[in-house]
């Protein structure tokens, strides 16, 4: 009841004053996730680890650091974040095998005139990533999300556990914005 005569107290206008001030964080923070992507050249310049495949270069919770340099051929033992068609989670593992194929119309020495192969496998991982490709047989470089360029341990923790429990999730996101709405400057 008190909570409520406090709502009441501060009156509509403040209400929304603080509404749009909370509007005004979350749309910076995804300005600034979308300036990252441009400058990074990636759809995604921050991932987290969710599997120990990559064990013991990164563990699960890890937070990975991401740029896709549209000039910048991959070799073997760079860690790239890939996605096929029909899989809704990137993948963390390292290229184990590169091919490069010279396209037509195009000079062999050219980066632009060559279409490059990639397998990749898991460094916990007994075999490589082919069965995960969904009958892909090689990645190209449409499918490479980044290459991993640093890394923050177990920071992605926090994300791992609002996945794996979506009540503390919404727990999280309600408390945030009842503290944005009842929070005086």
């Not at 740029?67 to 593992?93: C, F, L, M, R």
Request: with cysteine.
């Amino acid at each position: 009841m008190d909570s409520i005569k406090a709502f009441k107290r501060l009156g509509v206008r403040y209400m929304l004053l603080q509404a749009l001030n909370f509007a005004a964080v979350i749309a910076s923070g995804l300005m600034i996730w979308k300036g990252l992507g441009l400058v990074c050249n990636t759809e995604s310049p921050i991932v987290v680890v969710l599997s120990g495949s990559m064990e013991p270069a990164f563990y699960r919770g890890d937070l990975l650091f991401l740029t896709n340099p549209a000039s910048e051929q991959y070799v073997t033992g760079d860690i790239t974040v890939y996605k096929v068609p029909g899989a809704d989670i990137p993948i963390v593992h390292r290229v184990i095998e590169t091919h490069d194929v010279v396209s037509e119309g195009y000079v062999a020495a050219s980066p632009l005139g060559q279409k490059q192969l990639l397998l990749t496998k898991g460094d916990n991982n007994n075999a490589n990533d082919i069965e995960l490709y969904q009958g892909l047989d090689w990645l190209e470089k449409r499918h490479i999300v980044g290459k991993v360029r640093g890394f923050m341990p177990y920071i992605g923790y926090v994300t791992i556990a609002m996945n794996d429990f979506p009540q503390l999730k919404y727990a999280l996101l309600g408390g945030l914005g009842l503290l944005a709405l009842v929070q005086r400057e």
